[in-house]
């Protein structure tokens, strides 16, 4: 059972609800089982299940794992991964969620796996089955592998957290530091000024000194103001560049390949939506060029023309030779190459892939550049 593609995808998940979600679609479809689920630890309200796959019995999401309830009770306090052949009369499990699990929902066969955080288990991930002897010791072998990506894909996403974290405070320091710098020069000029109308005699000059402290002070004033605005923004709305550059790091560390960013011309803050596309079309198209060109090597250059943006990610170095020249060029139908041109159509724009001499392939995004302007 080849799913080392599909766990893959565990890990570039951008949030936990997607690594969760992605893990469950994965199980079910990798396992060929009749249901997948999952829950996720919540503090001292124990693991309620937050994510689903093939469930049918409205009492499902009611269900709340605790230690030593059930067969994920088990789990959670054994951290390893159990099966058991008939969830019903299985003495191994407490009796807790039978009326849901067995009797509601059918399934008899149940596997699940433990997935491991910094400080233990961190959710469980199952898989059911109605019919007994679907589930057996390769199915749990796979579950615990996908249940390694999904504790994978959770790390990255604390690490992109704490990366965007991190480079708030550096950006705050610097702000400050900034801040810093000028205001003292400005006072500096006000003490000065100051410091010269004392030996003025000429009312016009005394008059002169003041207006010159007033516009300066003004100056400060304005500059502060601005300063703590840019200090006290939603930590979400860090800078493009630095959110970009984070995620094309962590993207790198999973799929070895070096990705060098280039851009051209002067870029006003975009607004969040119109950045995630951008971001998200730069981390696709490198995920392909690796999985479709074995890429090396990969360029994503941002160009900012009179009224227009274009991204353009190209594949520079591969493991294979070239296509030859009047090769076709891939016609991007994937689920997120669809996706992405959906969401670039919607906003006027255009998303396409394009064969050049250079490189495997191109995905080139191009987007209105008026509309992204901040006021």
Request: net charge neutral; with cysteine; aromatic share 2%.
């Amino acid at each position: 059972m080849n799913i080392h593609a599909p766990v893959k995808a565990i890990a570039l998940q951008r949030t936990s609800a997607a690594v969760v979600q992605a893990a469950v679609d994965v199980a079910r479809d990798a396992l060929g089982s009749d249901v997948a689920f999952a829950a996720v630890g919540s503090g001292s309200a124990g693991f309620p299940i937050v994510s689903a796959k093939g469930i049918r019995d409205p009492r499902w999401n009611s269900i709340v794992v605790r230690p030593h309830t059930g067969l994920g009770g088990e789990v959670l306090m054994r951290e390893r991964p159990m099966i058991v052949a008939d969830y019903a009369t299985d003495a191994h499990i407490s009796r807790d969620f039978v009326e849901i699990v067995a009797r509601g929902e059918g399934l008899r066969a149940v596997a699940c796996v433990p997935v491991l955080g910094p400080v233990g288990v961190e959710a469980l991930l199952y898989a059911g089955a109605h019919l007994h002897g679907v589930l057996g010791d390769r199915a749990v072998a796979v579950l615990e592998e996908i249940g390694t990506f999904a504790s994978v894909g959770l790390e990255q996403v604390r690490a992109r957290k704490l990366e965007l974290e991190l480079a708030r405070l550096r950006e705050r320091e610097r702000l400050a530091n900034e801040l810093h710098d000028s205001v003292a020069q400005r006072l500096f000029t006000i003490g000065a000024i100051a410091q010269a109308s004392r030996g003025q005699g000429d009312p016009s000059d005394l008059v002169d000194a003041i207006e010159e402290i007033e516009t300066t002070a003004a100056d400060a004033r304005r500059e502060l103001r601005d300063t703590l605005l840019k200090l006290h923004r939603d930590p979400e709305n860090l800078a493009f560049d630095v959110q970009l550059d984070g995620e094309l790091r962590v993207l790198e560390s999973l799929i070895g390949c070096t990705v060098r960013v280039v851009r051209r011309g002067t870029f006003t803050r975009m607004p969040d939506h119109i950045a995630r596309l951008v971001i998200d079309t730069a981390v696709e198209g490198t995920r392909n060029a690796v999985k479709h060109a074995h890429a090396d090597l990969v360029e994503v250059e941002i160009v900012r023309t009179e009224g227009r943006l274009s991204l353009v990610v190209k594949a520079l170095a591969v493991d294979t030779l070239p296509a030859p020249p009047h090769t076709s060029p891939a016609t991007g139908t994937g689920t997120g190459i669809r996706t992405l041109r959906t969401r670039a159509e919607r906003l006027g724009g255009s998303l396409r892939l394009a064969a050049v001499s250079t490189s495997r392939a191109v995905l080139r995004l191009d987007l209105p550049y008026n509309h992204l302007a901040v006021t």
